[in-house]
């Protein structure tokens, strides 16, 4: 992990954007995987804490996609209904987190999530 005394605002303010771009995937769909993807390969090689943000985020969100799934086809048996909405209030604050964490210099490292892109 990154100390956060070395990191200046602008490094933790691309922290913040990878973790807040996922918000797009309320809008279009996939943004949830293309909004912190495209930060994060536009900024992964200059900024190391922006590519940890990039990995742990990408990582939560790719995860989610796969729950949500797995949601959907609950949902024939009927309580897809219910883990599909406790699954957005989670994604919601969780994300919410891993930003206001990113501001404060640490690279929050989602729960439940599934690493896909290793470290």
């Given at each position: 992990m990154i100390e956060n005394e070395a990191?200046?605002?602008d490094d933790k303010?691309?922290?913040?954007a990878v973790h807040l771009a996922s918000f797009s995937g309320y809008l279009i769909p996939f943004g949830s995987i293309l909004g912190p993807l495209i930060?994060?390969?536009m900024?992964?090689?200059e900024i190391a804490f922006v590519d940890q943000c990039g990995r742990?985020?990408?990582?939560?969100k790719i995860s989610v996609m796969l729950y949500a799934f797995i949601s959907m086809i609950l949902m024939f048996v009927g309580i897809g209904f219910i883990l599909l909405g406790l699954?957005?209030?989670f994604d919601i604050v969780v994300t919410i987190i891993a930003a206001m964490?990113?501001?404060e210099g640490i690279s929050y490292s989602y729960p439940l999530t599934i690493k896909f892109l290793k470290s």
């Open positions: 990191l200046s605002k303010n691309m922290g913040v930060v994060w390969l900024k992964r090689e742990n985020c990408l990582n939560f699954l957005a209030i964490k990113a501001s």
